[in-house]
């Protein structure tokens, strides 16, 4: 059974909106850190779009007063939580140094494949 991703129920609304939301934010609404936006999609410290209200509690997917930018990982701590157990949860992280940056063993490993 699976189901279905209404942010992307009208993809080119929301490629639209994620297209201004990276052009007009360069902090992360949630942590308040500087987003790489080169970084490609899949790593923590990737730029993301969160909606304020989210999805899942009837939020709008296409509104651009309810994105913001934020990275990957305070994104899925986040999840559907409120914006303020988010921020006091990716503080109690940073504060006991389980976040202090993107650590090696969360990329991506490639090998020459020549052994």
Known sequence: MSRKNNRRANGWRRDKVTARVRAAYDVCWLCGQPVDKS????LPGSPEVDEKIPVSRG???YDFSNCFLAHRWCNRIRSNHTVEWARQRI???NSTGHADNIRPTS???STSGDW
């Open 91 to 93: 503080s109690q992280l």
């Open 107 to 109: 990329l991506p490993l």
């Open 39 to 42: 970084l490609p999609a899949g």
């Open 59 to 61: 939020g709008s997917p």
